[in-house]
Structure formats: C-alpha cells, structure tokens
C-alpha cells in the first residue's frame, strides 16, 4: 500500500490558481491522468494531467525538457494516445512522475514559466478511453447490494451460500466501455414478458444504471503466476468511477445457466480521470466484516487487510431528465454512499482473479460491481431504489422513473476527504440515453 509523503502534504499549493480553492476535484494533491485532446482539433490524443480547471499535456511538457530520470521515462510513456505504456512501468515509475508533477506545479516551481504554455483548459479538451482495455471483468463486491437484489427474487434466502467465501466475478465486453459523455442507444434483446407463452424481441424497457469503480491494472503477470495479497495493490495503477448499464428486463431470460450477454454488452461508461492509488492513500480506512461472517481464506488475507484495506471514496448517482435540462432543473441526487462498506476490497480481486495463473495485462478493467450502502438512500441501482420497480423515484419536475428512460441524463461523481488532508476527486462519469435504434 502507498505510503504518505511530501505530495500529500495539505499545505502545498500550486501555481495554477484554479487548484486552490478547496473545492476542485484536482487540487495538487491528486493529479490523476487521462487521455485527451482539444475539442474538435483533429490532434493526435495523448495522456494528461488534471490540476485545477486546466490540463498539462504531458507530451508537450516532456518536450521542453521538464522531467529527468525515471519521470522522463514516464512522461514519455503517457505521451502516446493510451496510457498502457506508462501503465507497465510499475509503481517505482508512477511515483516518480507523481512526485515530479507535484514538485513541478507547486507554487514558486522554476518550472512555472516552461510549464504555462503546456497547459489546456479542461472545458477545451475532449477524452479519449485512457488505455486499450484488453480484457474487462464486473465482480459484485457489495454485500448490500447483493442482498438486496437478492431479496427480489428469493426473499426468504436473499445471499447465496458461495457469496460470503469467494468473490463473485464474470468477463464483459471491453469493446462496447465507453468514455464519459458519448451518448448511446437503448440495447435491443429478447426477454419473457410475464404471463407471455414465447420471448418477444425489442427495446429494454428496464434500463438500469450501476454505481461502481473501476479498476485499472498496471503490471501485469506472466501466464501462470499468482499474485499475492502482500502485492496485488502493485498491480494496480489506479481507479476511475464506472456505469455498467444494466437491461433488467433481458437479463433474467438469458442470464441462466451462463450469466448475462445482451443485458450488459451494449455499453460500460469510465471517467476519463484515472486516480493513482498513491494519491487515495491519506483516505485509507479498516476494513471488517459483521459478527459471524467468515473469514477470508487465507490466500484472500493479508496483515494489513483490516486495518487499511478499505478506501472511503464518497460515491453519488444523479439523474436530470430531458424535461429537467429544458426546465433548468439542476440534476436530481439519487444516491450518496461510499466504496468503504465493499465485502471484498481491491486487493483481493486482483488476487482471487490471478490465483488460477490468470494473466492480467496493462489496461485490463475490473469493475467492482454495484456499490450499495447499508441504508436506503445508499442504494446504488434503481432496481434496488424501486424495490424492483414496484415504487417510483420522484424527480424535483414531478416526473416519476422505475428505470432509465430516453433523454435522461445519469452523472456518477466521487471524491475523498479525510481531516488534515485536502479534498480530492473523479471527475464525473455521465451518459445520455438515446432511444432504441429503429
């Protein structure tokens, strides 16, 4: 796990003004990377660092000679149009960019007047998917809300035996993960309509949205390997907030015996932002489990797992409607909740997905599945916030939503704060939902 050090430090400030005003997702603290370019521009995409309201290129700061060492090699890494090269250079390689970067854009920096002009504005860039995903694999870390689907279907055995043992996990479809405000259309499928005699063929008409994370692998290992608990968060670069769309009417008639297929492959949105795991590091926390659930087995634990294996990333949904946007309604705040009430921690699915000599590679994608809280307004799905479709969320307009309808607008935000060290967050992670294809 990252230890804390002078980046961290709440008291350092930047020579970008837009940095230091407390409330900014990008304080100097967190300088998460992306994969960008100037709207409408035609240039080639290429990595960057968030720091206030602007962007500095990366490949232009390397150009005029800004960093030295293993930080220019990684520089040079994140200057291409993904970010899977600076992604295979390990830990050692992204902590040394970090603290390059930091040094860099501190107040009184000598860098400051080679830098200023390597700067974008971030209401001038368009992104790009930040790494070539190879492979995407959706676990479902959340106790609550597998239970509380659960507790749809079997009410009187919501949990299934395995769920406390072993994380759950199946292969998506890299292909269809999108980034951040690219529209998509409503998936098309076959599903059972209840009372029917034969499966009809059509629009989703319980469309769903998944609050997650995810997870995005650094160095990968060889065909065969384990990686072990004392080493999996080495493994990973960073972690971004993540939508697996859902059609809740198609899964249940397909997903049995394989598991779902045209519910989920249709799109995944990221956020463009990746956040190093060495700049979440001040917002650690214990991890546990309630009185009587079993232990982890030992190839799932490690000493420092209860003690700081769980992340306090404060996660929200909001919804705003066509009619919302029309009327000047700001979005309407679905959810609040946090990654902190996760069963299984990252750690551990790097581990459990490798304990059978699976390779991961640079730019592989793990989500973290659905992320609920213990209490109602933590539910992270609306199939949970209406009980399966049986009680409509009210919007501010008056409008009513069981599920996701056409023109809406769904937003995903997060961010960590902790005494003594300075708000940091994600971005936003947004799509709008276009109707079915004709």
């Avoid at 796990?1 to 967190?30: E, K, Y």
């Avoid at 990221?270 to 190839?299: F, H, K, M, N, Q």
């Avoid at 609306?382 to 309808?405: H, S, Y």
Wanted: hydrophobic share 40%; with cysteine; aromatic share 8%.
């Amino acid at each position: 796990m990252a230890a804390l050090n002078a980046t961290h430090d709440a008291t350092r400030r930047s020579w970008v003004a837009s940095a230091n005003d407390g409330q900014t997702d990008f304080p100097i603290q967190n300088l998460p990377v992306a994969v960008f370019r100037r709207r409408g521009s035609g240039e080639a995409l290429r990595g960057g660092v968030a720091i206030g309201e602007q962007i500095l290129d990366l490949a232009a700061a390397h150009a005029r000679g800004a960093f030295s060492g293993l930080a220019a090699r990684a520089a040079s890494a994140a200057a291409g149009d993904t970010l899977n090269a600076l992604m295979a250079l390990g830990p050692e390689a992204w902590s040394a960019l970090r603290a390059a970067l930091s040094d860099a854009l501190q107040s009184g920096a000598p860098q400051e007047a080679l830098l200023r002009d390597a700067l974008v504005a971030q209401a001038d860039a368009e992104f790009g998917l930040p790494a070539h995903i190879g492979d995407y694999t959706d676990f479902y870390t959340s106790v609550h809300h597998a239970t509380n689907v659960g507790r749809l279907f079997r009410p009187d055995n919501p949990l299934l035996p395995n769920y406390k043992w072993v994380p759950i996990g199946y292969h998506g479809r890299a292909s269809s993960v999108i980034v951040s405000g690219q529209p998509f259309h409503r998936p098309i499928g076959q599903s059972m309509p209840a009372g029917a005699t034969a499966p009809v063929v059509g629009p989703s008409r319980r469309l769903d949205y998944e609050l997650e994370l995810g997870i995005f692998i650094g160095r990968g290992n060889a065909l065969g390997e384990r990686i072990a608990m004392a080493n999996a968060e080495s493994h990973v670069f960073g972690l971004c907030l993540l939508n697996d769309w859902s059609a809740r009417d198609i899964q249940p008639w397909e997903y049995q015996p394989l598991g779902p297929f045209l519910a989920k492959n249709f799109a995944t949105t990221i956020s463009p932002w990746i956040v190093t795991l060495e700049a979440l590091a001040p917002y650690r926390t214990a991890w546990s489990r309630p009185a009587g659930d079993p232990e982890p087995l030992p190839y799932l634990d490690a000493p420092t797992l209860r003690s700081e294996g769980a992340i306090d990333i404060q996660l929200e949904v909001t919804l705003q409607s066509a009619r919302m946007r029309e009327s000047g309604l700001a979005p309407h705040r679905l959810c609040r909740t946090s990654y902190r009430h996760a069963y299984w921690t990252l750690a551990q699915l790097v581990t459990h997905h490798t304990v059978n000599g699976c390779n991961l590679q640079s730019g592989d994608l793990l989500g973290t599945g659905t992320l609920s809280g213990p209490t109602a307004d933590e539910m992270g799905a609306l199939l949970e916030l209406t009980a399966g479709g049986k009680q409509p969320v009210t919007l501010p307009d008056g409008e009513q939503r069981t599920f996701i309808e056409d023109g809406d607008r769904v937003a995903l935000h997060g961010h960590c704060a902790a005494p003594g060290f300075v708000r940091l967050g994600f971005g936003a992670c947004e799509a709008t939902l276009l109707p079915a294809r004709t």
